[in-house]
């Protein structure tokens, strides 16, 4: 049998519905949360989180470096 690439897989579903295109837009791109924050908010993994970002066509925010500092 195939290992599932995501431990939440089975739930995944229920977050999916909850965490929708709108709702991941608002929190990621608006709001600037980070994917371990969605996560925790909605029981999910972060990998799950970039999952979706990545599904609904939404722009990916890399962290910032030292480089990137004031």
């Known amino acids: ?3 599932a690439r995501f431990r939440n897989v089975g739930a995944g579903k ?3 519905q ?3 295109a709108e709702t991941l837009r608002r929190l990621y791109i608006e709001e600037a949360r980070n994917q371990a924050d969605i996560a925790r908010e909605f029981g999910c993994t972060p990998q799950f989180v ?3 970002v990545h ?3 939404l722009e990916r ?3 910032a470096t030292k480089d990137d500092a004031p």
């Open 1 to 3: 049998m195939r290992k």
């Open 14 to 16: 229920g977050v999916k």
């Open 18 to 20: 909850e965490l929708d």
């Open 50 to 52: 970039s999952l979706l």
């Open 55 to 57: 599904e609904y066509g």
């Open 61 to 63: 925010r890399f962290p």
